[in-house]
T-cell receptor, first 114, second 114 residues
Framework: DAGVTQSPTHLIKTRGQQVTLRCSPI?????VSWYQQVLGQGPQFIFQ???????GRGNFPDRFSARQFPNYSSELNVNALLLGDSALYLC?????????????FGDGTRLSIL | DQQVKQNSPSLSVQEGRISILNCDYT??????FLWYKKYPAEGPTFLISISSIKDKNEDGRFTVFLNKSAKHLSLHIVPSQPGDSAVYFC?????????????FGTGTRLKVLA
């Protein structure tokens, strides 16, 4: 079975640009979460979606937005990119919110801002 | 406000010996704890978890211990193998505003020496 897949794997952008990252969850998983991991830190929660609705949001500015599609895949959008947005962006999926089944992560998108 | 702390950024252990990775937390409302392992250029991989109502969970070479009074979590790996060399993250789950949120520590880099 395919795990969580993310695209692209690497991306280079300049300040002020916009970026869209994509995530396909494990088949049968309806919940998708996005995390930002900067060097030397653990993953920081950005968003959670379940059944196409936003269920949770972390402490990130409004430049960050996301959505989930009917097939449960998800996109993370970041506008007006700043140098500090350079990070590994991770997507995680789980069958549903609240079960004691762990989130499973994709390999991430490495975003570099020049 | 770092609610989940891994105070040891790195740990070196001889092959065959026990590796003990530690994690401290501050919020008594966390109800579920997890350990993830991360290799370079890959996403975090789930290892083992424990509910807050238990004090020990074992899976093969991996055992997680929870001391709620001390707000302390530890992961024991016995025997340690060179393939265990990776960054280990502990994570804790919290019910916030109608959903579960996962908070990660900053990670401990384990090096198992052959």
């Amino acid at each position: 079975d395919a795990g969580v897949t993310q695209s692209p794997t690497h991306l280079i952008k300049t300040r002020g640009q916009q970026v869209t990252l994509r995530c396909s969850p494990i088949s049968g998983h309806k919940s998708v979460s996005w995390y930002q991991q900067v060097l030397g830190q653990g993953p920081q929660f950005i968003f959670q979606y379940y059944e196409k609705e936003e269920r949770g949001r972390g402490n990130f500015p409004d430049r960050f937005s996301a959505r989930q599609f009917p097939n449960y895949s998800s996109e993370l959008n970041v506008n007006a990119l700043l140098l500090g947005d350079s990070a590994l962006y991770l997507c995680a999926s789980s069958p549903r919110v609240g079960s004691n089944q762990p989130q499973h992560f994709g390999d991430g998108t490495r975003l570099s801002i020049l | 406000d770092q609610q989940v702390k891994q105070n040891s950024p790195s740990l070196s252990v001889q092959e065959g010996r026990i590796s003990i990775l530690n994690c401290d937390y501050t919020n008594s409302m966390f109800d579920y704890f997890l350990w993830y392992k991360k290799y370079p250029a890959e996403g975090p991989t789930f290892l083992i978890s424990i509910s807050s109502i238990k004090d020990k969970n074992e899976d093969g070479r991996f055992t997680v211990f929870l001391n709620k009074s001390a707000k302390h979590l530890s992961l024991h790996i016995v025997p340690s193998q060179p393939g265990d060399s990776a960054v280990y993250f502990c994570a804790a789950r919290l019910w916030v505003s109608g959903t579960y949120k996962y908070i990660f520590g900053t990670g401990t880099r384990l090096k198992v020496l052959a």
